[in-house]
C-alpha cells in the first residue's frame, strides 16, 4: 500500500512507529525464490524434533470434534498446567502463543504516555506491545554476555513505568539472568512497577536457574510467561500460557477473544505435560550438548558467539554488511538463519540449534558462505 494513501492514513498515530514483525523465512519461500530443493530452517528457535507421540495421538483425537468450539476458559489444560507448575488454576491463562499473550497484556494495562522498561537487543513484540499503545519504551543496555543487566533496567525505571520486563535467557543473545540477581532486582522495584518475566526458553534454563513462577506460589505481584511452541515443540500450534494474580489476569481477559486457543492446541498442550518416560528432559539436554557443539564449531571457524543458555546462539560480525553477506551466502546454500536486526543487532545472525545433522550441515555450509561472503566483498 501507498504510504500515503488514505487507508494508511486511517491509522490511529501511536502505529506510525511499528513494523510488522518480520518472521524468519519459511523453507518452501526460499526453494521457490531461490530454486534450490534441500533446504534447512535454523531461524525461529523451534525445537528440532517431533512434538510428543501422546500429542500427537491427542491432536488426532481433538480434531474429530473440531465442529464443535473449544473450551473458552481452558479448564482442562489450566487443571493439567497447575498440577504441573503447582499454582492455582485462577492465576494461570493461556493464550494463542506468548506473543499474543504479551499483546493482550499491553492492551489492557498500558495507557498513552506510560511506559515500558526493557533491555535491548531483545524480542521485539515486547516493544512493539508499548509502542502499539502509543507507550514509551524505557531501554536498558544488556550486560556484556548479552544477558538482561537488571541493575540498568532498574536505573530505566522511572515514575510512568508501569512494566519491568526481564526476558530470560534472552532473544536473540541467549545468555539468561541468576537466580539471586533476579531475587534482589525483584526486592528493589517501586511499588507501582509490575515485573514481567518472559520464559519462553525457561525449560533450556541449566539447573539451578531461574524459575520466577516461584514468586508466584509465594503470592507476589508478578507476571510469568512460557510457551508451549519451544521445548514442546507445538510452535505450529499456537499456545503459551501466563502466570499472574487473578485480578490481573481477570483486567487481561476483557481484552482476550473468546476463543484464542483452539482445541487442538489444549489437547495437545495438556498431553505435552505428561512427560512420563523423561524424553523431554533427554530432548533438552541433547540440544545443550549440540549448542556447545555448535558453538565451539563457529568459533573453530574465526566466528565470535555469545554465550548462550537456550537452544540457539548468536553470532556477531564486524558489520552489519558483514551479517548481511553471510546470510545471503547461506541462504543460497539451503541454510536458513535469522538476522537480528528486528531484535536491535543488525550485526549479528542468530542460529537455532537443530538436529545433530542438521548442525553438521550447518557448520559445514558456514565455512562455505564465509568464504562465499568474502569474495562478494
Ligand atoms: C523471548 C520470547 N518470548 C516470546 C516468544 C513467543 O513465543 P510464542 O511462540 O509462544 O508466541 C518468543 C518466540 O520466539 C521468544 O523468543
Not at 89 to 114: H, M, Q, R, T
Not at 345 to 355: D, F, K, V
Request: charged share 20%.
Amino acid at each position: 500500500m501507498e504510504a500515503d494513501s488514505p487507508l494508511t492514513n486511517l491509522a490511529r498515530a501511536a502505529l506510525a512507529g511499528v513494523a510488522p514483525y518480520e518472521p524468519g523465512r519459511p523453507i518452501d519461500d526460499v526453494r521457490r525464490e531461490l530454486g534450490i530443493e534441500h533446504v534447512i530452517k535454523l531461524a525461529s528457535n523451534e525445537g528440532p524434533y517431533p512434538p510428543a507421540p501422546a500429542a500427537l495421538e491427542a491432536m488426532a483425537a481433538a480434531a474429530a470434534d473440531v465442529r464443535l468450539y473449544p473450551d473458552s476458559g481452558a479448564w482442562h489444560l489450566r487443571d493439567a498446567l497447575s498440577d504441573h507448575l503447582a499454582v492455582p488454576a485462577e492465576w494461570i491463562l493461556p493464550g494463542n502463543g506468548v506473543d499474543s499473550l504479551i499483546k493482550l497484556l499491553c492492551l489492557s494495562v498500558l495507557d498513552p504516555g506510560d511506559d515500558l522498561a526493557v533491555c535491548w537487543p531483545s524480542f521485539v513484540s515486547w516493544r512493539q506491545g508499548a509502542a502499539m499503545m502509543g507507550a514509551a519504551i524505557a531501554e536498558a543496555e544488556l550486560a556484556p554476555d548479552g544477558s538482561f543487566d537488571l541493575d540498568r533496567l532498574r536505573e530505566a525505571i522511572g515514575p510512568r513505568t508501569k512494566l519491568a520486563v526481564v526476558v530470560s535467557p534472552n532473544n536473540p543473545t541467549g545468555a539468561a539472568v541468576g537466580r539471586a540477581a533476579l531475587d534482589d532486582f525483584l526486592g528493589t522495584l517501586p511499588e507501582h512497577v509490575l515485573p514481567v518475566i518472559d520464559e519462553a526458553y525457561f525449560e533450556y534454563l541449566p539447573e539451578g536457574g531461574h524459575d520466577a513462577v516461584r514468586y508466584a506460589r509465594e503470592g507476589r505481584s508478578i507476571v510469568v510467561m512460557r510457551t508451549f511452541s519451544k521445548a514442546y515443540a507445538l510452535a505450529g500450534l499456537r499456545v503459551g500460557y501466563m502466570v499472574a494474580p487473578p485480578s490481573l489476569l481477570g483486567v487481561v481477559s476483557r481484552v482476550r477473544n473468546a476463543f484464542d486457543v483452539n482445541a487442538i492446541a489444549q489437547a495437545a498442550a495438556i498431553a505435552s505435560l505428561r512427560d512420563a518416560d523423561g524424553v523431554l528432559r533427554e530432548r533438552l539436554d541433547e540440544v545443550a550438548r549440540e549448542r556447545v557443539r555448535v558453538a565451539a564449531g563457529l568459533v573453530s571457524q574465526g566466528l565470535e558467539v555469545l554465550p548462550s543458555t537456550a537452544n540457539f546462539v548468536l553470532v556477531r560480525f564486524a558489520s552489519p554488511a558483514a551479517a548481511q553477506a553471510v546470510n545471503r551466502a547461506l541462504l543460497h546454500r539451503g541454510v536458513i538463519v535469522r538476522p537480528a536486526g528486528p531484535f536491535g543487532a543488525p550485526e549479528s545472525l542468530r542460529i537455532t540449534i537443530g538436529l545433530p545433522s542438521e548442525n553438521d550441515e550447518l557448520l559445514a555450509q558456514m565455512a562455505g558462505a564465509l568464504v562465499d561472503a568474502a569474495a562478494s566483498d
